[in-house]
Nanobody
Framework: QVQLVESGGELVQAGGSLRLSCAAS????????MGWFRQAPGKEREFVAA????????YYADSVKGRFTLSRDNAKNTVYLQMSSLKPEDTAVYYC??????????????????WGQGTQVTVSS
């Protein structure tokens, strides 16, 4: 069982930056693929980024590539989503997710087993 708690979401102006954190419980955190998804009002939850257990491989959605950076610190059981050059269309609830031990990276929401409660990011124009 893995519990995930996101933090760092807030109101920011367009062009600004934020860093989201996701703290995980569980001794096997370092073996999990971790992902971030987001959901804007009236829209489906969409993939943002994912990172391998070692941190050596990352995937990004085209909409955030070059602006967002995903990293992890396995010693702290935490993943970080650094977001820069934020746009109003980045406004959403951001969710952290974990995929079972030993499985490959995925952009599919259905591939992730554990989810956090989400943190709100609002980008004003």
């Amino acid at each position: 069982q893995v519990q995930l708690v996101e933090s760092g979401g807030e109101l920011v102006q367009a062009g600004g930056s934020l860093r989201l954190s996701c703290a995980a419980s569980g001794r096997t955190f370092s073996s999990y693929v971790m992902g971030w998804f987001r959901q804007a009002p009236g829209k489906e939850r969409e993939f943002v980024a994912a990172i391998s257990w070692s941190g050596g491989t990352t995937y990004y959605a085209d909409s955030v590539k070059g602006r967002f950076t995903l990293s992890r610190d396995n010693a702290k059981n935490t993943v970080y989503l650094q977001m820069s050059s934020l746009k109003p269309e980045d406004t959403a609830v951001y969710y952290c997710a974990a995929r079972g031990s030993g499985l490959p990276l995925s952009r599919r929401r259905e591939a992730y087993t554990y989810w956090g409660q989400g943190t709100q990011v609002t980008v004003s124009s």
